[in-house]
């Protein structure tokens, strides 16, 4: 099971740093995928982790501005958030691949966390 949070409003140009706190699983066995969707639009893969083999990934929309990381003790994958833009808005997911590497494929991702809404104002 999948909990994020940390969402909300903040201005362009400022941050953000979202958890995923996951239950029933180590986060660091498994891939973790970032997702976000913004309104009318279709749900893209933005970030991935898998700890175990060092493999990352990130969209070439947030290369630079984003950091995925883990935290074994608390088993909540984060990510952070720099130099937000109004085109960052969207409702963010994190959601597990128990089977693949890291990839941005929504279909593999078996269990999702219930999303939280980052709204960028310009």
């Known amino acids: 099971q999948l909990q994020a949070s940390g969402g909300g409003l903040v201005q362009a140009g400022g941050s953000l740093r979202l958890s995923c706190a996951a239950s029933?699983?180590?986060?660091?066995?498994?891939?973790i995928g970032w997702f976000r969707q913004a309104p009318g639009k279709e749900r893209e893969g933005i970030s991935c982790?898998?700890?175990?083999?060092?493999?990352?990934y990130y969209r070439d929309s947030v290369k630079g501005r984003f950091t995925i990381s883990s935290d074994n003790a608390k088993n909540t994958v984060y990510l952070q958030m720099n130099s937000l833009k109004p085109e960052d808005t969207a409702v963010y997911y994190c959601?597990?691949?128990?089977?693949?590497?890291?990839?941005?494929?929504?279909?593999?991702?078996?269990?999702w966390g219930q999303g939280t809404l980052v709204t960028v104002s310009s």
């Open positions: 029933g699983f180590t986060v660091d066995d498994y891939t």
């Open positions: 982790m898998r700890r175990s083999t060092g493999n990352t």
């Open positions: 959601a597990v691949d128990f089977v693949y590497s890291c990839n941005t494929g929504p279909a593999k991702y078996s269990s």
